[in-house]
Every structure is written in structure tokens, then in C-alpha cells.
């Protein structure tokens, strides 16, 4: 049984638990604070009413012989008085004793022995003026305590939001290093002053990043160079083929060595593509036209449709590679009938076999494998690859997906590969030109590119 699981932001999370700290240090700071002032203030009425005692005794001692009362409220033997007083006024001390009430404040007595066994004793309730003076206290006490907590809040919300954004900032950077930006650094991208934490992972991050391409480069120039070294061999044996006797085993021989042919030269195009390297030859052509001349001479038996005819700047010759190699796997591991639709700018293939795997359509096409057994045993896995990568020199987006949704029949539907081409193409620098507002255009209503978010609309 899976656990329901809870996500909140470190901004939130660092918010509450300042908040929550702040929280408990003002309530223990308030009870600390009133306790403290109650006893001292029931300190200094113990004082008064001692004070006042001894006063109503000087008067009880020097009248008793007139038989008067006490005075300032005090009172001969008062059946009322707290055993504590009793006992202690029969030791023949002075006390004071504070008699906790359940309703109203406390009850202050003082009590002094005046001879012949008898004890003079005063009390008053704790009220009036040190009763305002504390509910005066706590109210103050109250609004700190809810200041504090309002404070920590804003302070916790300041805090965690910094880390929060710097945190976000290294996310951000690093899912553009994982799309294949490996000049993106993680630690200009966190910037700030001070440092903590987070540019330790920034700087552990674009180490990684750094080895990862060190060892990436040096498995491409590895692969680069086994390909150019294997040319000239390859290249002697299909020369040495050509002179074989005609027969049945001369044209297995010629058909193995073409094959490793074109394989070395597809290992040193994925090896040119991966260096970043190349640069697109542009031309203005007709899309429409382009594609319907070229399908035509590549498989004459696949229908194109035009929809939309649009004028691009791309490089033909690499165009050309991408239809050539999208073709061939819709005729190698698809079914008839393929199908080309050109709509505006964009370029769709559509076979009606069973469909891209599982595997090309989560993590795109990927050298040397060919996919499950039902869309492989044919070629060696380059050829999505190789369009792939001339699709991002040419500043395209190649897609894959499958007509059928996912869980259908085997069979239904059948691969479809999308070609996105820009709306403006790359200079011969790689890059894409600066357009001002003035000379973007809204690309037409009926453009296909419309059709799917993600395209390249405008320069950057």
C-alpha cells in the first residue's frame, strides 16, 4: 500500500519551523514573565499587609486597656484564620500566608501573636490595582507573543525564500545541463553573495558536469577514430569484392562489406554530429515541392500529401538525410502503407506497422539499439540517431510518437515521426539570428506547426 505522501516548499517548511520556535520561546517566556511578576507582587502584598498588621497591633497594645477594636481592618482571633498562621503565631512568630481561591484572586493574611494566647490577623483579596496591573501585563504579554510569532513567520518566509529561489535557480540550470546545454554552470546560475550549501552542490554538480563531458568527448573522439581508421580497410575489402568472380557468394561478400561501409561512414556522421560541429548550408526551397521530389526518388511508392506549401530556409542536403533515414525505418520496421504529410513547416511519416517501442518514445533514439524484437532485427540502430541529429543542426525538432494510444492492439495504428523546422533557421555560426519586434511575423493560421506547442516560433 503506497503512502500518501506530503510535498511542501523549504520556504514553508524553514517558515513553520521558525514560527513554531518563535511560538514556544514567546509562551515560555510569557509564563515565565507572569509567574515571576504574580509572585513578586504578591510578595510586596504580604509586605503591605505585615506593614498594616503592625500598625493595627501598635494601636490594638496601646488601647487595649480602653477595650476597643483593632483598627485598618484587623481582627482579634478570627475563626477564619489558615492553620499555617495558627501555627506559626503559636510558636510566637509573625507570618504572612497567600490562600488560593477558586473563584476571584487569592486571599493575603497576616497574623501576629499579642499576648494571653490571642492573635491578631488581617487579610484582603488580591484585587484592585496589582489585579489590573497583571491583566494589563498578560495583555501585553499576549500581543509579543502573537508580534513574535507574526515576525518569525515573515523572517521564516524571507529566509526560506532565498534559499528557496537559489535552490530553484540550481534545479532550473540543472535540467538544462540534463537537455544537453552542457555549457550551462549551476553555480553562475545560483549567483548571490553569500554562500552556503547550495553552491556547494552547484560546485559538485558542474564537476560532474565537466567529467561527465570530458568522458563523453573522449568516447566520441575514440569512436571517430576507430570509424576513420576502419575506412581504408573497408574500403579495400569492397574494392577487393568487386574483383570476385560473379557468383552467389561474391554478392554476400559485396552485400557485408557495403553494409560495414555505410556502417563506419554512419558511425563517423553520429561522430560529427555529436562534436557540435557542423553548420547548415542554407536555402530558400519549398517545402511542399522539396519533400515530394525527394520521397518520389527515395520510395517512389510512398504517398505525400501537401496540405499547406511553405517557403523554408534549411539546408536541402541534410533534409534530405533526415527523409532518407525516416523512410527507411518506417520501411524496415513498419508496414505499409507509409504515409508523408506536409503541413506548413512541418513534416510528418507515418508507417502503419506496431509502433515505436516503449524505450525510443520515453528516452528518444539511441545508437546501437533497434528496439523491441517486433520493430527490429534489421540495421544497427543509427538511423533515428543521424536524423536526430541533423534535425538539431538544422534547428528542427524531431519527434516521435505512435498513432495508436498506449495499451492498444499490437499492430493498430502504426509510428509516426514529426520533422519541426524553425521558423528561422540557424546562422552559419550555429545560432539563431536576433529578430527585432518589427520584423517578427504571427506565422498563418493554417500553418502545421500551430498544431503542437513546443515549436520554434522566433529567434533567440
Not at 31 to 48: I, P
Not at 239 to 255: C, H, N, Q, Y
Not at 409 to 425: D, K, N, R, T, Y
Request: glycine content about 10%; proline content about 5%; overall charge positive.
Amino acid at each position: 500500500m503506497k503512502r500518501p505522501t506530503l510535498r511542501t516548499g523549504v520556504r514553508w517548511k524553514i517558515s513553520i519551523a521558525i514560527a513554531a520556535v518563535g511560538a514556544l520561546t514567546a509562551v515560555a517566556l510569557s509564563f515565565v514573565v507572569h509567574n515571576a511578576a504574580r509572585v513578586s507582587m504578591l510578595e510586596n502584598a504580604r509586605e503591605v499587609q505585615l506593614t498594616r498588621l503592625t500598625y493595627a497591633q501598635l494601636l490594638y497594645e496601646a488601647k487595649k486597656t480602653q477595650k476597643t477594636d483593632p483598627r485598618f481592618g484587623a481582627k482579634l482571633n478570627d475563626p477564619l484564620m489558615p492553620r499555617s498562621l495558627r501555627a506559626e503565631t503559636s510558636r510566637n512568630r509573625r507570618a504572612t500566608h497567600v490562600e488560593e481561591l477558586k473563584q476571584g484572586g487569592p486571599d493575603v493574611w497576616a497574623a501576629v501573636p499579642v499576648g494571653n494566647g490571642n492573635v491578631l490577623s488581617l487579610h484582603t483579596r488580591f484585587t484592585g490595582r496589582s489585579a489590573r496591573v497583571l491583566r494589563d501585563l498578560d495583555r501585553a504579554l499576549i500581543i509579543g507573543s502573537v508580534s513574535v510569532v507574526l515576525g518569525s513567520c515573515a523572517l521564516g518566509v524571507l529566509i526560506g525564500g532565498q534559499l528557496s529561489r537559489r535552490l530553484r535557480k540550481a534545479a532550473a540550470a540543472a535540467g538544462r545541463v540534463a537537455q544537453g546545454n552542457t555549457d550551462v554552470r549551476v553555480r553562475e546560475a545560483v549567483g548571490g553573495v553569500v554562500q552556503d550549501e547550495t553552491d556547494e552542490l552547484a560546485r559538485a554538480v558542474d564537476a560532474l558536469t565537466d567529467a561527465l563531458n570530458e568522458r563523453i568527448e573522449a568516447e566520441r573522439r575514440v569512436t571517430a577514430d576507430i570509424a576513420h581508421e576502419l575506412r581504408t580497410p573497408v574500403t579495400g575489402l569492397l574494392t577487393a569484392a568487386e574483383l570476385l568472380p560473379p557468383g552467389r557468394p561474391t554478392e554476400l561478400v559485396r552485400d557485408r562489406a557495403q553494409a560495414m561501409r555505410t556502417l563506419v561512414e554512419d558511425v563517423l556522421e553520429v561522430a560529427r554530429l555529436d562534436s557540435a560541429s557542423e553548420r547548415a548550408e542554407l536555402q530558400e526551397i519549398a517545402l511542399g515541392e522539396f519533400v515530394s521530389r525527394r520521397v518520389a526518388l527515395l520510395d517512389p511508392g510512398v504517398q505525400v500529401q501537401v496540405v499547406h506549401e511553405s517557403w523554408v530556409s534549411t539546408d536541402p542536403r541534410r533534409l534530405e538525410r533526415i527523409l532518407g533515414n525516416l523512410l527507411g525505418n518506417a520501411a524496415k520496421h513498419g508496414a505499409t502503407p507509409v504515409e508523408v504529410t506536409v503541413e506548413g513547416r512541418v513534416v510528418r511519416i507515418r508507417d502503419h506497422g506496431s509502433g515505436f517501442p516503449a524505450a525510443l518514445l520515453r528516452e528518444g533514439p539511441s545508437r546501437f539499439r533497434t528496439g523491441s524484437s517486433d520493430r527490429a532485427g534489421h540495421g544497427h540502430g543509427l538511423g533515428l540517431t543521424i536524423a536526430a541529429g541533423q534535425a538539431r543542426v538544422l534547428g528542427a525538432r524531431l519527434t516521435f510518437r505512435n498513432a495508436a494510444p498506449e495499451g492498444a492492439a499490437q499492430g493498430a495504428g502504426g509510428a509516426i515521426a514529426v520533422l519541426w523546422l524553425p521558423e528561422h533557421a540557424p546562422t552559419n555560426t550555429g545560432s539563431f539570428p536576433i529578430l527585432h519586434l518589427s520584423e517578427q511575423r504571427t506565422p498563418d493560421s493554417g500553418d502545421g506547426q500551430n498544431a503542437e506547442p513546443g515549436s520554434r516560433l522566433s529567434g533567440s
